[in-house]
Nanobody, 120 residues
């Protein structure tokens, strides 16, 4: 019904940068919030950043000043620019979006996840 496809993960040295992308497709009437979560081995999934349809952004304290979330509404895509990466940023990063479908149902959708590995 609605799909999210993520890209941009990989291996980077500490201090480096990566940009994640997440494109939504399917029976979408409207996209509301778009967010990025991450889950490190042995840890619970945590919210990294969220961006509302109105453009308000919120960040986890651990990434403030280093990560930037943005979206292209025409492309139905959300981005996460990650700078000054640290080994503790190593995790699987998941995109999540809240949409209204063409049948006017509210739906929360997860991406498949993309691995980010930061070496020291």
């Amino acid at each position: 019904q609605v799909q999210l496809v993520e890209s941009g993960g990989g291996l980077v040295q500490a201090g480096g940068s990566l940009r994640l992308s997440c494109a939504a497709s399917g029976l979408i009437f409207r996209i509301n919030a778009m967010s990025w979560y991450r889950q490190a081995p042995g840890n619970e999934r945590e919210l990294v950043a969220t961006l509302t349809s109105g453009g308000s952004a919120e960040y986890a304290d651990s990434v403030k000043g280093r990560f930037t979330i943005s979206r292209d509404n025409a492309k139905k895509t959300v981005y996460l620019q990650m700078n000054s990466l640290k080994p503790e940023d190593t995790a699987v990063y998941y995109c999540h979006t809240e949409v209204v479908t063409t049948s006017l149902s509210d739906l929360g959708v997860w991406g498949q996840g993309t691995l980010v590995t930061v070496s020291s």
